[in-house]
């Protein structure tokens, strides 16, 4: 099950600054990546809830074909599991896209590493976290991996938001969020 991070409350009192126009952008066209993919499940939600149209339409005014009726509910059925193909598909990027509306937090704390435990889903390496200078957590994250995370904790100066995890550390991009994305993200895949 997915948990979401928390913020600590003594976090928001931390420098922050918003996001540049230039990594709002990435995250735009992640987005539009995204919604060209919801072409397909939209298009089926219109063909099938078009049908289930025509078939109630058809059923009501045709005399001959008034048992049509009961195949409605087969295509109104298919443009439900269209729509929600549609919204699943696009919920996530847009909370991402809301989410550069957020601060992006400075500290000049720590990064802690930390193995999987008990309430690890499957897949989960670990977790990190960014913590105050006083060792206290201002926000952890769940990690995917292949291999677990060891316990260790280094100094750094961490830049994060709540929803996207560690943006940078002493500066250097973690790659949480990439440099740059091609028009609709097409491509960003590497070949192997």
């Given at each position: 099950?997915?948990?979401?991070?928390?913020?600590?409350?003594?976090?928001?009192?931390?420098?922050?600054?918003?996001?540049?126009?230039?990594?709002?952008?990435?995250?735009?066209?992640?987005?539009?990546?995204?919604?060209?993919?919801?072409?397909?499940?939209?298009?089926?939600?219109?063909?099938?809830?078009?049908?289930?149209?025509?078939?109630?339409?058809?059923?009501?005014?045709?005399?001959?074909?008034?048992?049509?009726?009961?195949?409605?509910?087969i295509f109104a059925l298919?443009?439900v599991a269209f729509f929600?193909?549609?919204?699943?598909?696009?919920?996530?990027?847009?909370?991402?896209?809301?989410?550069?509306?957020?601060?992006?937090?400075?500290?000049?704390?720590?990064?802690?590493?930390?193995?999987?435990?008990?309430?690890?889903?499957?897949?989960?390496?670990?977790?990190?976290?960014?913590?105050?200078?006083?060792?206290?957590?201002?926000?952890?994250?769940?990690?995917?991996?292949?291999?677990?995370?060891?316990?260790?904790?280094?100094?750094a100066m961490v830049e994060?938001?709540?929803?996207?995890?560690?943006?940078?550390?002493?500066?250097?991009?973690?790659?949480?969020?990439?440099?740059?994305?091609?028009?609709?993200?097409?491509?960003?895949?590497?070949?192997?």
């Open positions: 099950m997915a948990r979401y991070p928390r913020l600590h409350p003594r976090a928001r009192m931390l420098a922050h600054r918003a996001w540049t126009l230039r990594e709002r952008r990435v995250v735009w066209r992640g987005l539009t990546g995204r919604m060209s993919i919801a072409v397909e499940p939209l298009l089926g939600f219109i063909f099938f809830a078009l049908f289930t149209w025509g078939v109630v339409w058809r059923a009501h005014h045709v005399k001959s074909d008034a048992s049509l009726i009961v195949i409605a509910p298919g443009a929600i193909y549609f919204v699943a598909v696009l919920v996530m990027p847009i909370i991402a896209y809301l989410q550069t509306y957020r601060p992006i937090y400075i500290i000049d704390g720590y990064v802690r590493y930390r193995p999987p435990d008990e309430d690890s889903s499957p897949g989960e390496c670990g977790y990190v976290a960014a913590l105050f200078e006083d060792s206290g957590v201002a926000c952890e994250w769940p990690s995917v991996g292949m291999k677990p995370y060891r316990q260790r904790t280094i100094p994060f938001s709540v929803f996207a995890g560690i943006h940078k550390i002493d500066g250097k991009p973690t790659g949480v969020l990439p440099e740059d994305l091609p028009p609709l993200a097409i491509g960003i895949n590497p070949r192997h």
